[in-house]
């Protein structure tokens, strides 16, 4: 069952262990965690992760974190996460969504969605609800794409032309967020799995564009950290 109100994710939905694949090779150098660690660490704090469909990160939280919840709308996604996360006992896995988070009021010191639900206009619901849920005192992190620049920016320009980066930018600026670039990679351990996730990114024709101009198993890759303190 997925719950009414879930952005379609067709990477993830369809395509889950490519996905995973993705995962395994984005940022080898943990130049995200940096940047997140550098404005809020969270260690021995709440953690809430939006989104978080297979837990991925679930486990990272969870190895400092005090508790974390992951929040997911897709129902064999949240079975994954709590089957990765089935010994880590201060992890839970939620179904839900970011427009109605099933947390309670102010139980939360540190949000973070990744490539979630949470892309600049449209977003306000879920905002609403980290109003909510995260304390005084506590921040939330969302990590996107940023079109403007690097090798895989070029390709995300190509493959959504309609995402607006300027109105993107104004969007969270105008709702008191700030935006941290964060330069990263994918790292691939083969030429076939890079080419298995571009083509659960984008459509046949941008993949077939984007792999024919670029070699080799790796890609140069910026993403913005917008983060907000409570
Ligand atoms: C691209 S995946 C990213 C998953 C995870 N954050 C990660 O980095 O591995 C996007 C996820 O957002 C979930 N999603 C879609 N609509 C949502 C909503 N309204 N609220 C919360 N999560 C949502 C999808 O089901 C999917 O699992």
Same mark, same amino acid.
């Given at each position: 069952?997925?719950?009414?109100?879930?952005?379609? +994710?067709? &990477?993830?939905?369809?395509? $889950?262990?490519?996905?995973?694949? /993705?995962?395994?090779? @984005?940022?080898?150098?943990?130049?995200?965690?940096?940047?997140?660690?550098? %404005?809020?660490?969270?260690?021995?704090?709440?953690?809430?992760?939006?989104?978080?469909?297979?837990?991925?990160? #679930?486990?990272?939280?969870?190895?400092?974190? +005090?508790?974390?919840?992951?929040?997911?709308?897709?129902?064999?996604?949240?079975?994954?996460?709590?089957?990765? $996360?089935?010994?880590?006992? &201060?992890?839970?896995?939620?179904?839900?969504?970011?427009?109605?988070?099933?947390?309670?009021? !102010?139980?939360?010191?540190?949000?973070?969605?990744?490539?979630?639900?949470?892309?600049?206009?449209?977003?306000?619901?879920?905002?609403?609800? #980290?109003?909510?849920?995260?304390? =005084?005192?506590?921040?939330?992190?969302?990590?996107? &794409?940023?079109?403007?620049?690097?090798?895989?920016?070029?390709?995300? =320009?190509?493959?959504?032309?309609?995402?607006?980066?300027? !109105?993107?930018?104004?969007?969270? +600026?105008?709702?008191?967020?700030? =935006?941290?670039?964060?330069?990263?990679?994918?790292?691939? +351990?083969?030429? !076939?799995?890079?080419?298995? @996730? %571009? =083509?659960? /990114?984008?459509?046949? /024709?941008?993949?077939? /564009?984007?792999?024919?101009?670029?070699?080799? $198993?790796?890609?140069?890759?910026?993403? &913005?950290?917008?983060?907000?303190?409570?």
């Amino acid at each position: 069952m997925i719950d009414p109100g879930a952005r379609p +994710s067709p &990477n993830i939905w369809h395509h $889950t262990s490519t996905y995973e694949l /993705e995962n395994r090779a @984005v940022d080898p150098d943990r130049a995200i965690e940096a940047a997140m660690r550098a %404005v809020s660490p969270w260690d021995r704090r709440a953690v809430l992760d939006v989104g978080c469909g297979t837990g991925f990160h #679930l486990p990272r939280f969870a190895s400092t974190a +005090s508790s974390v919840v992951g929040v997911e709308p897709h129902g064999d996604l949240v079975a994954l996460a709590r089957r990765r $996360t089935r010994r880590l006992p &201060n992890v839970s896995v939620v179904q839900g969504t970011a427009q109605s988070l099933p947390v309670p009021d !102010a139980s939360v010191d540190v949000a973070h969605a990744r490539w979630a639900y949470f892309f600049g206009p449209g977003c306000e619901p879920g905002l609403a609800e #980290l109003d909510r849920v995260v304390r =005084r005192g506590g921040t939330a992190f969302v990590i996107d &794409n940023d079109p403007t620049r690097t090798t895989f920016g070029a390709w995300f =320009r190509r493959g959504y032309p309609e995402v607006d980066p300027g !109105a993107v930018e104004r969007f969270w +600026s105008t709702h008191g967020w700030t =935006r941290t670039p964060v330069d990263m990679r994918w790292a691939f +351990s083969s030429r !076939a799995d890079l080419e298995s @996730v %571009v =083509r659960i /990114e984008f459509s046949r /024709e941008v993949a077939d /564009e984007v792999l024919a101009s670029h070699e080799g $198993t790796e890609v140069d890759y910026a993403v &913005n950290l917008w983060w907000r303190r409570y």
